[in-house]
């Protein structure tokens, strides 16, 4: 089946700094979410981004379908960033069952 | 604002009980899914429903079954509770035709 890897396991940043988070895939998807798990394990859907570049005020993502990636970018991290970001693809397509990463666990220092 | 609830937050049960987990949402979404948490592994699937009365497996169905009796309500149940499904339990749901799963807060169970 599909592998998804996300790297880097752990980030520990100062508040106001900027990340890139990475998804990889192993095959090709028609679609790709993030998400965020806050501390209190809330898990939020933050984009649904199958190709291309969106944004969602300081959080962008871009998904390159044809080289199987996908980047989340958090730009001046606030303390509420910090959480596990997930994100997840679909087993098959048009499928119910969806494949999350094991997440990247952010930390944002006051 | 949608809002899926789950019965607890936090659980503790003995080896060999039987464990019913609850989750309810308001949405009137079709398709309702169960998970697994654990540290290193994300997310896995136990089983999810599209209807009413309908269920599928997931990835770990092994040790779970599942009832939908309700559109509304979607009940994970352990038949005889073991440690090595201590874990975290998220419940989540998802329109027909759309992608975006939308998650209930989760139960910590903890077997003992």
């Known amino acids: 089946g599909i592998q998804v890897e996300q790297s880097p396991p752990d980030l520990i940043l100062q508040e106001g700094a900027n990340s890139t988070l990475r998804c990889n895939f192993s095959?090709?998807?028609?679609?790709l979410q993030w998400f965020h798990q806050n501390p209190w394990g809330q898990l939020i859907n933050l984009f649904y981004?199958?190709?291309g570049t969106k944004q969602n005020g300081r959080l962008s993502a871009t998904t390159v379908a044809t080289e199987r990636y996908s980047l989340l970018y958090i730009s001046s991290s606030q303390t509420t960033d910090s959480g596990v970001y997930f994100c997840a693809v679909p087993l098959y397509s048009s499928a119910s069952k969806i494949i999350f990463g094991s997440g990247t666990r952010l930390s944002i220092r006051p | 604002d949608v809002k899926v609830t789950q019965s607890s937050r936090y659980l503790v049960k003995r080896t060999g009980e039987k464990v019913f987990l609850e989750c309810v949402q308001d949405m009137d979404h079709e398709n309702m899914f169960w998970y697994r948490q654990d540290p290193g592994l994300g997310l896995r699937l136990i089983y999810f429903?599209?209807?009413?009365?309908?269920?599928e497996k997931g990835d770990i169905p092994e040790g779970y079954s599942v009832s939908r009796e309700k559109k509304e309500r979607f009940s994970l149940i352990l038949e005889s509770a073991s440690t090595n499904q201590t874990s975290m339990y998220l419940c989540?749901?998802?329109?027909?035709?759309?992608?975006?799963?939308?998650f209930g807060p989760g139960t910590r169970l903890l077997v003992l």
């Open positions: 429903s599209y209807d009413v009365k309908m269920k």
């Open positions: 095959d090709s998807v028609n679609n």
């Open positions: 981004i199958p190709s």
């Open positions: 989540a749901n998802r329109p027909a035709g759309k992608e975006t799963q939308y």
